[in-house]
């Protein structure tokens, strides 16, 4: 059964740098059919999808255009995760933020948890 | 970016009703479209994937049709678990892109 467990801070002040990671179990980040990504939600913007990481015989990362200059998502092949790094974050910013699978062709199957990140001093 | 438009955007209805709520793309998924479902504090879960097959362990009675820029999602007959929010999901064409949702409520 893949899990993914999220862990980061729940308050970030503002024009610092959000910083999340999801750990997986029962996959691997270095699947060949799958994707990893991170999304968020808020009342005013819905789900966004923010980017995902994924290896097919080479690591690609994309992102979207909404937030990509201040967004950055890595994979961590060593501890099997894969993490969300936003700077100079604003009270916008403030939203619950999960990451997930997406299976090739097959929608995200897999959802972390969700962390609440708000953005205040 | 692909927009993507649910209605309605809130829905009562009685357990037992049948309900059908409707997505519309801004351009073309050809089948690349998903459904989720989503309880209050709770991730979204993924319901149907390619506009019509069912994600293991999904009841029967959601189905979903489609293509092209229309969708919809049915529920043949509404159980108490169901009440909820619903999104679909485009998936041809990144960034990936959600409706604005569509809350089911209690009649």
């Known amino acids: 059964q893949v899990q993914l467990q999220q862990s980061g801070p729940g308050l970030v002040k503002p024009s610092q740098t959000l910083s999340l990671t999801c750990a997986i179990s029962g996959d691997s980040v270095s699947s060949n059919s799958a994707a990893w990504c991170w999304i968020r939600q808020s009342p005013s913007r819905g789900l966004e999808w923010l980017g995902r990481?994924?290896?097919?015989?080479?690591?690609?990362?994309d992102y979207a255009g909404s937030a990509k200059s201040r967004v950055t998502i890595n994979p961590d092949t060593s501890k099997n995760q894969f993490s969300l790094q936003l700077n100079s974050v604003t009270p916008e910013d403030t939203a619950v933020y999960y990451c997930a699978r997406e299976k090739d062709y097959s929608g995200m199957d897999v959802w972390g948890q969700g962390t609440t990140v708000t953005v205040s001093s | 970016d692909i927009q993507m438009t649910q209605s309605p955007s809130t829905l009562s209805a009685s357990v037992g009703d049948r309900v059908t709520i409707a997505c519309r793309a801004s351009q073309s998924l050809s089948t690349w479209l998903a459904w989720y479902q989503q309880k209050p504090g709770k991730a979204p879960k993924l319901l149907i994937y390619?506009?019509?097959n069912l994600e293991s362990g999904v009841p029967s009675r959601f189905s979903g049709s489609g293509s092209g820029t229309e969708f919809t999602l049915t529920i043949s007959s509404l159980q108490p678990d169901d009440f909820a929010t619903y999104y679909c999901?485009?998936?041809?064409?990144?960034?990936?892109?959600f409706g604005g949702g569509t809350k089911v409520e209690i009649k």
């Open positions: 390619k506009t019509s």
């Open positions: 999901q485009q998936y041809n064409r990144y960034p990936l892109t």
């Open positions: 990481t994924y290896y097919r015989s080479k690591w690609y990362i």
